[in-house]
């Protein structure tokens, strides 16, 4: 058997991207060789592009035993331990790299990249540079220090980064991304609303309608008498924000059909717009589709053009009603608490936080009411020892029971989940408490926020610190019960 010649055309297709063919070749090779150390660190390389770290590492193993200094193995091993988030191993393994090979720019940028996920961002940025001193236009170097950059409130440094990366590559789907993320938070919705677009493009977008480019509609075809499905997307706080541009399709004489999230369909319905439900069509016939993300860029929305409609959604009586007599009369301030998102959500881990940090709010003379449905065991236990939160997990299932308690409330306080986006929409005063750098559409420095008139916003001035955003909070609390007497 002609190994090389075998090796080399697996290579080719591994360039190529073509990793299920590479792999059955590499695979070929070790059968009849199984100390071939260049096929079983290729291998390896194959199934980390695949995520099969574990199976990457028993291929990596045993080239290293054969040959205890290959240090692209070292590499991929460190790569290996990185997608296992064992990042203190995968440190070690860059070190042995680069003690073998201090240019080698595979392992400087893989060390890079554990640093940053070790939030090391400093000492990341300082490796990064060392890859691009000796690769100039490395990609990932500069897409991953921009990311670093991001994360340290460097923006213009970062901004530059993703558009020299998007230079480099045009088709950089996830430079683009978040590119427009930076963009929009700076409250440049000119160009961040038309990049934000390509998050149509990523493999984890494939649940996305798709559908002809000419049936896509971005403002730019007349809608009068034609009907146009606006398709679900994201989370329910973002179905509740971009809800509101319903109505100025509504205006554009559009028929219309949605795919609301259940949980909310009762809230859209109070829009009191004419529109059907995909459940409710035999067969899904329209002219043109929009995803209710893209709203804001098909109505060429800016800073000062977003609709102001407010309150936008309106409870039920009967689900005010119902809270009202539940809670009777009060003879205190009442506030509504929430303090966690979706856990799926990507930055869940800095956007919600726990029961016990907000403790501080709850030594106030206040009557609280918690909006939450699921506790944590740690809130469970502090629950136990409180008088003044009262919970109602199973009186708010549904999107317009919370929305009679949140009715019945003089105040809410929450941290940046669907909730502030319910209050917002309600046109209820609402407090939202945002984490170091917020999602795009909080913009940056404000206590304002052009989407909701009735929203307060607070933000952290260190990451994850919530003590000195809590003590503004309370202070405030303060003002607006003298006020409120």
């Known amino acids: 058997m002609d190994t090389n010649f075998l090796l080399n055309k697996a290579i080719k297709l591994h360039l190529k991207s073509k990793i299920d063919q590479a792999e059955i070749i590499y695979k070929k090779i070790i059968k009849f060789d199984q100390n071939h150390t260049v096929a079983l660190n290729n291998l390896a390389t194959v199934f980390n592009l695949k995520n099969n770290y574990i199976k990457a590492l028993s291929y990596l193993d045993k080239a290293l035993i054969i040959k205890p200094d290959f240090v692209d193995a070292l590499n991929n091993k460190a790569v290996s331990l990185r997608g296992l988030n064992d990042l203190h191993d995968a440190l070690i393994y860059c070190e042995k790299a680069l003690k073998i090979n201090p240019n080698f720019v595979d392992a400087l940028n893989n060390k890079a990249n554990c640093l940053k996920s070790m939030n090391l961002l400093d000492e990341a940025i300082l490796f990064y540079e060392k890859t691009l001193k000796l690769e100039p236009n490395n990609i990932e170097a500069i897409y991953n220090k921009s990311i670093c950059l991001y994360l340290q409130k460097r ?156 309150p936008y959604l309106f409870t039920p009586k009967n689900n005010i009603d119902f809270w009202a007599k539940k809670l009777n009369k009060r003879n205190k301030l009442r506030i509504g608490l929430n303090w966690t998102g979706n856990s799926s959500y990507i930055d869940d881990e800095n956007r919600s936080t726990t029961l016990k940090e907000l403790k501080p709010l709850l030594d106030l003379p206040f009557e609280f009411h918690s909006l939450e449905i699921n506790y944590s065991h740690d809130d469970e236990e502090l629950l136990s020892k409180t008088t003044n939160l009262e919970c109602h997990k199973k009186d708010i299932l549904g999107f317009d029971n919370t929305a009679g308690l949140i009715e019945n409330m003089d105040l809410i306080i929450t941290t940046d989940t669907s909730i502030s986006h319910l209050c917002g929409a309600l046109g209820k005063p609402v407090w939202i408490l945002l984490s170091f750098i917020p999602d795009y559409r909080w913009l940056l420095n404000s206590e304002d926020t052009p989407w909701y008139p009735t929203a307060k916003l607070y933000r952290q001035s260190q990451k994850k610190n919530w003590q000195g955003l809590i003590f503004n909070v309370i202070k405030d609390l303060k003002i607006f019960n003298s006020k409120f007497q």
């Open 155 to 310: 923006f213009k440094e970062s901004s530059l980064g993703y558009m020299r990366a998007i230079k480099l590559k045009p088709d950089f789907i996830e430079a683009y991304y978040n590119l427009a993320l930076l963009q929009m938070l700076e409250g440049n919705y000119n160009e961040g609303l038309k990049n934000y677009e390509w998050r149509k493009k990523f493999d984890k977008a494939k649940k996305y309608p798709k559908f002809d480019d000419n049936i896509e509609w971005l403002g730019d075809k007349n809608l009068k008498n034609k009907t146009i499905y606006i398709s679900k997307e994201q989370g329910l706080g973002d179905y509740i924000q971009y809800c509101r541009y319903l109505l100025l399709l509504k205006n554009l004489g559009a028929k219309i059909i949605l795919d609301t999230p259940k949980v909310l369909r009762s809230m859209i319905n109070t829009m009191e717009i004419d529109y059907k439900h995909m459940d409710d069509l035999k067969k899904l016939e329209f002219d043109y589709h929009c995803s209710i993300v893209s709203l804001p860029l098909a109505f060429n929305t800016g800073l000062h053009t977003i609709p102001a409609q407010n």
